[in-house]
């Protein structure tokens, strides 16, 4: 008997520029992700309750606005800003991330086109 198709990763992704990140999201992901559009509390709540699998929050700095909602409910250690206006993580900082257990990034909204594919990439790489 086959081997039955994994899941989807479901990516919540919340703040501004949501359409640019979900785009980008899919490129990188294809059928392999499930991009849902949401309020940084709808999102983070989802993480929190296992219904999505991880948090990209957008704002124009990529840590405030874009990860507030998720720190107050995932808790800090489980979060983690990888850009910023004019600079952002590395892919492999950002597999370090992941592997360390992060679930909700903040992210510029100048740093989506780089950053976005290099988060869904890391996540679609852990064990699941």
Do not use: K, Y
Not at 77 to 106: H, K, L, N, W, Y
């Amino acid at each position: 008997m086959p081997d039955p198709q994994p899941r989807p990763l479901r990516v919540v992704i919340a703040g501004l520029n949501q359409d640019e990140a979900a785009d980008a999201a899919r490129r990188a992901g294809g059928a392999a992700v499930d991009v849902i559009p949401s309020t940084d509390i709808e999102g983070a709540l989802a993480v929190r309750d296992g219904s999505a699998d991880a948090f990209i929050g957008l704002c124009q700095s990529g840590s405030g606005g874009a990860l507030a909602m998720a720190i107050g409910l995932l808790g800090r250690d489980r979060c983690i800003t990888v850009s910023r206006m004019g600079r952002s993580s590395s892919p492999q900082e950002i597999r370090a991330a992941v592997g360390d257990g992060r679930v909700a990034f903040g992210v510029a909204v100048d740093q989506i086109p780089g950053t976005v594919p290099a988060i869904v990439s890391a996540l679609l790489d852990r064990p699941r």
